[in-house]
Structures are given as C-alpha cells and as structure tokens.
C-alpha cells in the first residue's frame, strides 16, 4: 500500500513489480491517511479478493523478515489454542546492537503495561472479520499497541514465535 509517498520512484518500483508479478504483487495507491489507513486499506483489499485467505502478515517498510519466518509464524499460530489470534516474533534490530527476546508465554497482564508484540505479525483472518482494525484517528504513534489492545478485549492472545527471523 502506498499511502501517498511523496517520492515518485516508488510508485514507479511498486507498478513495475505489480507488472512483473501480476499473480503475486498488488499494489495499491491511495491519499495519505496515516499508517492505521494504510494497514487497513491493505487488510480489507486482502479479505475481499482472497476469500480462502487464513491470515494476514503485517510488515512496515523499514522491515525484514527472513525466509522461515512466515511458515513457522503460521505453523506457531495455527497449532495454537483456538482463542490466539496472532503470533509475534522476538525483534532483532538491524543497524543497531539490540535484541528484543520477547520469548515465554504471553501475558495479557503484561501486554497492556508495554507493547512487546510487533507489528510484524502474522494475523487471523477471523481477527479481521470480527471487524477489528487499526484506529485511524491515531497518528502519532502506539497504533500497533492498540490494535492488540483491541484484539484483547474480544477474547484474543498472542503467541511467541521462536528465532522467527524478524529484523526492525
């Protein structure tokens, strides 16, 4: 989703790739509304042209992910009791020397005194269609942090993906 990059070379990048693999990349280009427009811009696109679609994996442009990460964030989150709605990687940041291990069980308790849980995340599509999104009147930050809130308070929780590959 570009959500109204000033800098044309990347609307140019994004439709050559959409050109190149019609089947595999959709790009869509839309007026600038904030990260939370973006994000659900690109979840509701996804929902309504893949209807088989189990789960969305959320990434932000200034992140990586490692070849593994996506199967073992499905296997993790789909061998999970059914009340898991996501699954979260630890944070190896790239460019820095830090480690986020956010490994062990997930606490709610703790989950909403710090947000250790990623945008990259791998989430369920019945998230989704319970009608939980992203808030966009947030802009200046913790929009990641409240979604998981939401997510919480309809009953979900997440799970730890072990040395899932994920770089911030």
Not at 98 to 125: I, Q
Not at 153 to 166: L, P, T
Request: charged fraction near 25%; proline fraction near 4%.
């Amino acid at each position: 989703v570009n959500d109204g990059c000033p800098f044309e070379e990347s609307d140019i990048v994004c439709r050559q790739y959409a050109l190149a693999y019609p089947d595999k990349v959709f790009y869509l280009h839309k007026p600038n509304g904030g990260l939370s427009s973006a994000r659900n811009a690109g979840i509701d696109f996804a929902i309504n042209v893949f209807p088989e679609l189990e789960a969305i994996y959320l990434m932000d442009a200034d992140n990586r992910i490692g070849p593994k990460l996506l199967q073992k964030s499905y296997d993790t989150l789909f061998s999970a009791p059914a009340h898991v709605g996501w699954a979260y990687p630890d944070i190896d940041k790239f460019g820095i020397e830090e480690y986020c291990d956010v490994s062990g069980r997930y606490n709610v308790f703790e989950h909403t005194l710090w947000n250790f849980c990623e945008a990259g995340s791998l989430v369920k599509r019945e998230v989704f269609d319970e009608g939980l999104r992203y808030d966009e009147n947030m802009r200046l930050g913790y929009e990641d942090w409240e979604f998981w809130l939401q997510c919480i308070e309809a009953g979900y929780e997440g799970v730890h993906v072990a040395d899932s590959g994920f770089k911030y």
